[in-house]
């Protein structure tokens, strides 16, 4: 119980979002573009970590769906910055020793011609350490 | 004039285009855009804990570069001068931060921020002017309905790249009607084509750039217009036969130095 | 050598609670000059206060000091007090020991100590003050009410209904105000303007209340119950006096291309307008960015046609000064522009649009003659979503949004959803919201009507994303109950957007000097017991441009005001401040200095002759303070090099004795 505590309120500090600020209406899931692909969603996210139910989120795949599009930062009334609970949460996932999400074998299989270098740093600096 | 120039990987291979008709067009319009000596990827995307310091590295070693010349730096790609503002901001605001970095960095010669970062595009049109690119123009697109996509990275956040509305921006449009062509607004141009999800999901990929290309051909453009190769794939390859142009090949074009 | 005595409160346990009454009374009792020391569990009441007094007969005592709460509560209940015993009001100083200690402090030794200095202080202060006797000055009995909307019309009728005169001034061509734009209004739902009208007939038909239409304030100065405001009467090349109000004009005028305002550029007007039927005064106004005879010299087709000659292209703006004892602002609110919120698509489609913008389309009066169809091409709509909340409780965007909740935006948007419903059975209504707010009489009642037996689907959760696409916009929010994010293929989108004070109100706060809050709406001189008046004397607050309301609660409002005018307005005689400045005519060098700080013009210079040595005489140039007008702020003393301005009763000597017994 008291591990829960601590992992919330490292994500809190990690992030720079207070959770508090949250007036719960929703405007961040309303606008999110990946959320039909979310278990958990933006503004549950804010308020898990906020009510210390970190476990569902750190099990989740959802953390994975972030776009990192900004959308739900410059959209929420309240200046939550509900990406950054998202990206906090995920790193203290894949901090962790042998759970990098994206690995580099998985990566020829993924690979078409045309494909940026920017799409592999990317996905490799938000899905592994 | 001269400013410091952050390519990014992504500009020596897959997005040639982008950075050789960058130079060819600044250099035309009177700017040379000097590269970055032994700069290093950005990393795509930025990370916004607070405790990530390593990654964000890249970036400050760039912005010191471009102080230690005292001049801007610019950059091209959305993706780079996202991460590179973004560090730029975080070092400003976040003193904690700021003095971590600078650990890493060589502390005797700190870096606070003082680099002034510019998008290309805010080169063409705070530094150049949009008035002059107008004046400069031979082959102008007249006639032709182009949609820009700013995507997220050209915007957001919104106070950190403070580039333009987050909303409701006017930067590519005035560019594309500096160049002769009509500006087509379409609901779409600022939502995400999918960013990087295209490695492990083609399908949300593929869901957001239809999107964006449907929503801009249904008000009635021709050809869509951005400054992100990450963007430009996805669109492409999601689009149908929507062309998707970076920034600079259409300036080029309208300047008449596209080979 | 004064005898004082000192009255210590517990307030209760407001100060009992964090200080030691009886040490602070016993340390009390013995600085020099106190004859007499207690404490007392209330002192304002009355049991406290006769204690007061029965300690300055029985001690005769000559300055009191309270130590208790902030003197912007009790010093006049004090004063009082002292004067029913026999002695000057201003020999009574209150030491505040409750805001600036008890409520602050949680230790009780800190706060007993801290007590103790300030009771010192007050105590120091006590032995220098004298006693000092308030000027008078007369009241004009005319009022001046500022904005012509439904505040400022309540406001004018009850204080012209209670014997006195009263100008109002709108700045526009017509008073109504926001109200006159409104279709139904809730929670009874009678007609805007079926209420409202006939008001302004009372208005324009009353015999004490002149309206300045297309006017506005342009100086003020003075003080309560001698102000004195110019008011600028904007040309509207219209006799005023001469003009039927035909309309004659108003459908011959071939500039055709005006945005009509009233209908908020829904539909357009002529150059020459009246801007709806009812309106007061009624005649008409030419809209010199538009026409062509002002502009080139070349049409002329107004005057031609108008048979009563009211015509006149070369009339100028006008200035009127007149007298007034007291001033109710009542400038209203806007919506906010939603330029910022595109993220909503209002500038990309015109079938977005405010619920202002709705109440036009819905109105029979306005521009489709009350049929509600979409803006972009005249279709019934069959899917409208509401959503609530733009722009209101946005903490993040001060630029843009406004952290308030602008109050009425659920209940006119339940309005809307219900009447629509009502008129059109086969249109789906969708609210999106984030709190549903009712606190008002019938007003949840009116909600749930709207939603049980009206059908409209409420949807907890907020809109992120409009699209247009084709003819449809795509409404993309989330529904927090269901944990989904909903795509609603809409007609038409509406958006209760944040209400914001009038731009007018900010230039007009600092030609009353009177406060505003960080929104820009007035500030009340105390939020509960003073809500309708500002903290400057002889300005009152009618309606929004104190803070979002309803029209019941205008209407409240605006009464509330009108009887503090009133009140003000019967008496004959003001009693002053006689804490005002005084120059010692000796030391005065003559330098200006005082007179370019003073705030107010309080302060003028006058050639004097003294007399020399040796008989002779010599004209000297000193500073005047008119005591009615100064208001006692003490910029002047602080400027003046020579030292010979000074404040009664607060002295620069009693704020180096307080300073000194601090820092004993």
């Known amino acids: 119980m008291e591990n829960k505590k601590d992992v919330c309120n490292e994500i809190i500090r990690r992030s720079g979002v207070n959770p508090r600020k949250c007036m719960k209406c929703g405007k961040c899931s309303g606008t999110c573009p990946a959320y039909d692909e979310m278990e958990y969603h933006p503004h549950q996210f804010v308020y898990m970590v906020e009510t210390g139910d970190i476990e569902p989120l750190l099990k989740s795949k959802s953390i994975y769906r972030c776009l990192s599009c900004f959308a739900c930062i410059d959209r929420c009334p309240r200046g939550v910055e509900p990406a950054k609970i998202v990206e906090a949460v995920r790193l203290s996932v894949i901090r962790e020793q042998g759970n990098n999400h994206l690995k580099a074998d998985d990566l020829p299989a993924m690979l078409d011609e045309d494909l940026p270098q920017q799409a592999i740093v990317s996905a490799f600096r938000k899905y592994s350490k | ?259 | 050598m004064q005898r004082i005595g000192v009255f210590v409160c517990w307030c209760g346990s407001n100060i009992a609670g964090t200080v030691d009454v009886q040490a602070v009374s016993d340390a009390l009792g013995k600085e020099p000059g106190v004859v007499f020391s207690t404490n007392y569990q209330y002192m304002c009441s009355q049991a406290g206060q006769d204690m007061i007094k029965q300690a300055i007969k029985e001690h005769n005592l000559t300055g009191i000091v309270i130590c208790s709460c902030s003197p912007r509560m009790h010093e006049a209940t004090f004063r009082k007090t002292a004067a029913a015993a026999g002695i000057n009001p201003y020999m009574v100083e209150i030491a505040n020991i409750r805001e600036q200690c008890s409520w602050i402090h949680k230790d009780m030794k800190e706060g007993t100590e801290k007590a103790i200095v300030l009771g010192r202080t007050a105590i120091a202060k006590v032995h220098l003050n004298t006693p000092l006797v308030p000027g008078e000055s007369p009241v004009t009995k005319r009022a001046l009410v500022i904005g012509g909307g439904i505040a400022g019309i309540q406001t004018a009728l009850d204080i012209a209904d209670a014997g006195f005169y009263v100008d109002i001034v709108e700045k526009k061509p017509t008073i109504g105000g926001k109200m006159a734009q409104l279709d139904k209004t809730f929670p009874t739902l009678d007609c805007a303007a079926c209420i409202l009208t006939p008001k302004m007939v009372d208005v324009a038909q009353h015999e004490r209340i002149r309206i300045f239409s297309y006017s506005e304030v342009e100086h003020v100065s003075g003080f309560v119950g001698n102000f004195d405001v110019t008011i600028k009467k904007k040309a509207r090349y219209v006799k005023e006096d001469v003009c039927t109000g035909c309309g004659l004009c108003t459908e011959k005028c071939p500039q055709k291309k005006v945005p009509n305002e009233f209908n908020l550029g829904m539909d357009n007007r002529r150059a020459i307008y009246i801007p709806f039927a009812q309106a007061v005064p009624k005649v008409a106004t030419i809209d010199a960015d538009y026409c062509t005879m002002l502009k080139t010299g070349k049409c002329g087709v107004c005057s031609k046609v108008c048979t009563a000659k009211a015509i006149d292209y070369t009339q100028k703006d006008e200035f009127i000064e007149e007298k007034y004892g007291a001033i109710v602002a009542a400038t209203g609110f806007n919506p906010i522009s939603m330029d910022k919120f595109d993220e909503f698509a209002y500038s990309q489609s015109k079938d977005v649009i405010t619920s202002l913008e709705f109440e036009r389309l819905m109105n029979a009066a306005g521009p489709t003659a009350g049929k509600l169809v979409r803006p972009s091409d005249g279709v019934h709509p069959h899917k409208i979503v509401f959503v609530q909340c733009v722009g209101s409780r946005c903490a993040a965007c001060a630029e843009k949004g406004k952290e308030y909740c602008s109050k009425i935006c659920c209940m006119y948007t339940a309005k809307h959803a219900m009447l629509t419903r009502d008129k059109y059975p086969d249109t789906d209504v969708t609210v999106f919201y984030i709190d549903v707010r009712t606190p008002g009489k019938q007003f949840d009642e009116f909600y749930r009507r709207a939603v049980e037996e009206y059908g409209v689907h409420y949807i907890k959760g907020m809109v992120g994303k409009v699209s247009p696409e084709g003819n449809k916009l795509i409404v993309q929010g989330s529904d927090l109950i269901a944990n989904k994010q909903l795509k609603i293929e809409a007609d038409l989108v509406v958006l209760a957007a944040a209400i914001e004070p009038d731009k007018s109100a900010r230039p007009l706060a600092t030609m009353l000097t009177a406060s505003m809050d960080t929104n820009d709406f007035f500030t009340e001189a105390h939020p509960k017991l003073r809500p309708v008046e500002s903290p400057t004397a002889g300005i009152f607050l009618s309606g929004a441009c104190q803070g979002p309301k309803d029209i019941p609660e205008t209407v409240s409002q605006a009464g509330a005001a009108a009887a503090k005018v009133i009140g003000l307005l019967s008496k004959d005689k003001l009693t002053g401040n006689p804490c005002v400045a005084h120059s010692d005519e000796m030391m005065c060098n003559g330098c200006s200095t005082c007179e370019k700080v003073c705030p107010y013009g309080a302060i003028t210079y006058q050639d004097k002759e003294f007399r020399g040595p040796n008989r002779t005489t010599l004209i000297r140039r000193v500073a005047q303070v008119n005591e009615a007008v100064c208001q006692g702020c003490g910029c002047c003393t602080v400027a003046c090099p020579s030292g010979a301005m000074d404040l009664k009763g607060f002295a620069s000597k009693q704020i180096m004795a307080e300073v000194d017994a601090i820092c004993k």
């Not at chain 2, 449009?173 to 062509?181: N, Q, S, T, V």
Request: proline share 3%; with cysteine; charged share 25%.
């Open chain 2, 1 to 259: 004039m001269k400013v410091s120039y952050f390519p990014g990987c992504t500009l020596k291979t897959k997005a040639k285009d982008l950075d050789v008709y960058a130079r060819k067009c600044a250099e035309f319009l009177g700017v040379t855009l000097e590269e970055i000596e032994n700069w290093q990827c950005c990393g795509g995307v930025f990370t916004t804990s607070r405790d990530e310091i390593a990654t964000k590295l890249s970036s400050v070693r760039a912005l010191k570069e471009a102080k230690s010349k005292n001049q801007p730096l610019v950059s091209v790609c959305s993706a780079c001068h996202n991460v590179i503002k973004q560090t730029n901001a975080a070092i400003k605001d976040d003193a904690e931060f700021a003095s971590r970095v600078n650990n890493y960095n060589a502390p005797e010669d700190a870096y606070n921020g003082e680099t002034q970062v510019l998008h290309y595009l805010e080169l063409l049109r705070d530094v150049i002017g949009f008035d002059k690119i107008k004046e400069k123009v031979v082959n102008p697109l007249t006639g032709r309905k182009i949609a820009a996509y700013y995507g997220c990275l050209l915007l957001r956040p919104g106070k950190v790249m403070a580039m333009d509305d987050v909303e409701n921006p006017t930067i590519m449009e005035d560019f594309i009607r500096a160049l002769g062509a009509e500006p087509v607004i379409y609901s779409y141009r600022n939502e995400c084509c999918g960013g990087y999800i295209t490695l492990e999901s083609k399908e949300l990929a593929k869901a957001k750039s239809e999107k964006v290309t449907s929503n801009a051909k249904d008000k009635g453009a021709e050809a869509i217009v951005t400054a992100c190769p990450l963007c430009k794939y996805n669109l492409q390859k999601n689009g149908g036969d929507m062309p998707i142009v970076y920034i600079t090949e259409l300036l080029a074009e309208a300047l008449g130095i596209k080979e």
